[in-house]
């Protein structure tokens, strides 16, 4: 696959199989990250992997947040709210708990902003991208209890948590989010030509495909 064709392949998927992911594709995904750009080549990244089903069922417990609508159009089966019902956690069977190690991280020498959240971020991103190349979906989870994270996890004081990503094969059934997957506004929105007052103008302009996972079945 060429980038371009990845970077489209890799939309929201909230709805998993029970399939695991083999060793292989976590092997892979993990390198991905492994080679990601750091400030100053530090690598404060620290992920941790959740496979094992005692591991994820903790993350059931803390992977809770406010129902909203305008964010998430869950499908039926998880369309509620009761969280003893674990309906955000849309059964993946791979989680990588992405921190960084605070105390490891580039600071700017003179405003001292940390740039952990950056390195994690880029490391994450790279880790999403290999997993739509060989075919898993993934989401990015920010809104979770992350206190509740780091005490069932024995996540260390100075990690701090940036994301889950959640991983696996889309569920035979899964269809893309209707509100927000697949729409980006034009480049001009976001783009500017030399100048912010001047939108960047192209012809360049490709739609993605509604559900780039629909010959995987
Ligand atoms: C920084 C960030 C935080 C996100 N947090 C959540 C989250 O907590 N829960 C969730 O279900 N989706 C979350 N998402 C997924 C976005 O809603 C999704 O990427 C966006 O709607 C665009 O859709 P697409 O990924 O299919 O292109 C997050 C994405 C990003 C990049």
């Known amino acids: ?44 990244q620290r992920v941790l992997v959740l496979n094992q089903p005692e591991q994820l069922d903790k993350v059931r417990e803390f992977c809770t947040f406010g129902y909203d609508k305008k964010y998430v159009e869950l499908t039926e089966e998880c369309d509620t709210k009761d969280h003893k019902n674990n309906v955000y956690y ?22 001292g902003e940390a740039s952990g959240s ?22 990015w989870i920010s809104y979770f209890d992350k206190d509740k994270a780091r005490k069932l996890l024995n996540i260390p004081e100075n990690y701090e948590i940036l994301c889950m990503l959640y991983i696996g094969y889309p569920a035979k059934d899964f269809k893309p989010n209707p509100i927000m997957s697949g729409k980006r506004f034009p480049i001009e929105h976001t783009c500017f030509d030399n100048d912010f007052a001047v ?17 995987n079945k």
């Open 118 to 139: 950056t390195d994690a971020t880029i490391v994450a991103t790279h880790m999403m991208l290999e997993a739509a190349s060989i075919d898993l979906g993934t989401v």
């Open 1 to 44: 696959m060429d980038f371009r064709d990845i970077s489209k392949k890799r939309i929201t998927v909230r709805k998993f199989d029970q399939r695991p992911v083999e060793k292989e594709k976590v092997d892979l995904i993990l390198e991905a990250g492994r080679w990601s750009p750091t400030a100053v080549d530090y690598q404060p």
């Open 199 to 215: 939108p960047y103008k192209t012809e360049f302009f490709e739609e993605a495909p509604r559900n780039p996972f629909e010959n």
């Open 90 to 111: 849309y059964g993946a069977p791979l989680v990588l708990m992405v921190c960084y190690d605070k105390d490891v991280c580039w600071k700017h020498p003179q405003s």
